[in-house]
């Protein structure tokens, strides 16, 4: 079994009459990437800074890397930390910023291989303020790994990213896992955690409403999967509710779910025999928003629309 970075148990955080985090308990093993996911107000904030030594909890017992959280400044020269909304020093440059959290380690790691690892070598020397949304990003990312952590906690990396600076981000989450990284990642986008996550918990109002893998969570929670048949229209449905009685038509869009062994091509045939047109079918399997939205009755509303 491989070891446990972070073990939590009965995590409770009260603000006030607010709970933010009702009593959670889950475990990281070294080397995963493991994501909190969860609404806006679902408790993955308060989560990962207690865990990062940043806010205390109200009760619960929480492990880092063997260590109770009283220990916290062994534990703080072992993670690395990107903030939400991460922000620097707008009138240093890029290199005096990272040189600058560098300096607060006694062991660091290089800051140019550092810099040149998130493609900003060529702009070392500009200010912060005048980088793109990504580019700061990147520079909060170099940041969090100035000392080499063993586990990094990156709270929501890609809010507010284009898509390209988002798979920019993937990309690297992707490789400091190779380098055998534990990493803690929050996000508002399902298809982030699915295409990143080894493991995901589900946050909703303070608790953990569903965990596993990607693949676990869909196969327990999701629907079964739905063709699709675009611009297939009232004909279409006319011509399919005989052998698919559960068809339905959402506005030009017959939908047909496709489990107990039906196959796509009964569908195909159908519509051939009937000659009716259509412009594509596609075949859509659950994803962790439908799991999301069945589970809560909710819609899932994270930061901004995803542009992809
Ligand atoms: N310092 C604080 N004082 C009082 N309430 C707080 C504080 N920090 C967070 N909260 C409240 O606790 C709840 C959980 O907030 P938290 O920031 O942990 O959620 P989150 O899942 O990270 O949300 P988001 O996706 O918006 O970042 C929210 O209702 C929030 O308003
Ligand atoms: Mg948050």
Not at 145 to 161: A, R, S
Request: hydrophobic letters at 35%.
């Amino acid at each position: 079994m491989v070891e446990a970075h972070i073990e939590v148990k009965g995590l409770r955080k009260e603000y006030g009459d607010l709970i933010a985090v009702d009593g959670i308990d889950f475990e990281v093993r070294k080397g995963q990437v493991f994501s909190l996911l969860g609404p806006n107000g679902a408790g993955k904030t308060t989560t990962v800074e207690i865990l990062e030594c940043l806010r205390t909890a109200t009760a619960g017992d929480v492990k880092i890397l063997g260590h109770d959280l009283s220990q916290s400044s062994k534990i703080k020269r072992r993670i690395g930390v990107l903030p939400q909304g991460f922000n620097a020093f707008d009138l240093l440059t890029v290199k005096e910023n990272v040189e600058y959290f560098a300096g607060m380690f006694e062991d660091s790691v290089n800051t140019d291989e550092l810099l040149s690892w998130v493609k900003l070598e060529t702009r070392k020397k500009d200010l912060f303020k005048n980088l793109s949304g990504g580019m700061k990003q990147r520079v909060g990312i170099a940041m969090s790994l100035v000392n080499d952590p063993e586990i990094v906690f990156l709270d929501e990396p890609t809010t507010g990213l284009d898509p390209g600076a988002r798979r920019d981000v993937w990309r690297m989450v992707r490789n400091l896992r190779e380098r055998g990284k534990t990493i803690v990642l929050t996000t508002h986008y399902m298809e982030e955690a699915e295409a990143l996550s080894d493991y995901v918990c589900i946050m909703n109002k303070g608790r953990i409403i569903v965990r596993g893998t990607p693949r676990e969570i869909i196969r327990d929670h999701g629907g079964s999967p739905v063709a699709i048949v675009r611009g297939a229209g009232e004909r279409g449905l006319q011509a399919l509710s005989p052998n698919f009685p559960d068809c339905e038509l959402t506005d030009a869009d017959v939908k047909i779910p496709i489990s107990n062994g039906r196959r796509v091509s009964e569908i195909l045939n159908t519509l051939d025999n009937a000659e009716v047109h259509y412009d594509e079918i596609v075949i859509k399997k659950s994803t962790l928003e439908d799991v999301f939205l069945k589970l809560t009755g909710q819609e899932f509303k994270g930061g901004e629309e995803d542009e992809e």
